[in-house]
């Protein structure tokens, strides 16, 4: 299983910019997906997640500003970023809850316990 994260860049203050994040592989489910940042001599934090219908959550900072949505058939997970500010510089990784899959003749059962997935992390670079 990977998460491959793309869209990040460099944007004036006041732009926007789209990430976007595909998971691949022997999926069974997906549960929880999400995003977090980094920002230089920070920790990690979270930005946004989405549960598997489409409820979601979001850090104090970016609501308003940001959307996260999801397309389960293509297993995909989008951060609309908008009004961007300098201090959303970081870089951006996803993540997403996964059972893998075993397939059978029958069709896919679960092959393991949940467990959580990252991407390599794309960088999203603010100026002012």
């Known amino acids: 299983v990977q998460l491959q994260a793309s869209g990040g860049g460099l944007v004036q203050t006041g732009g926007s910019l789209r990430l976007s994040c595909a998971a691949s592989?022997?999926?069974?489910?997906?549960?929880?997906m999400g995003w977090y940042r980094q920002a230089p001599g920070k920790q990690r934090e979270l930005v946004a997640t989405i549960g598997p219908v489409g409820r979601t959550s979001y850090a104090d900072s970016v609501k308003g500003r940001f959307i996260i949505s999801r397309d389960n058939a293509k297993k995909v997970v989008d951060l609309q970023m908008n009004s961007l500010k300098p201090e959303d510089t970081a870089v951006y990784y996803c993540?997403?809850?996964?059972?893998?899959?075993?397939?059978?003749?029958?069709?896919?059962?679960?092959?393991?316990?949940?467990?959580?997935?990252w991407g390599q992390g794309t960088l999203v670079t603010v100026s002012s």
């Open positions: 592989g022997s999926i069974f489910s997906i549960n929880d």
């Open positions: 993540n997403a809850a996964i059972i893998e899959g075993q397939m059978y003749p029958f069709g896919m059962r679960p092959a393991g316990y949940e467990y959580d997935y």
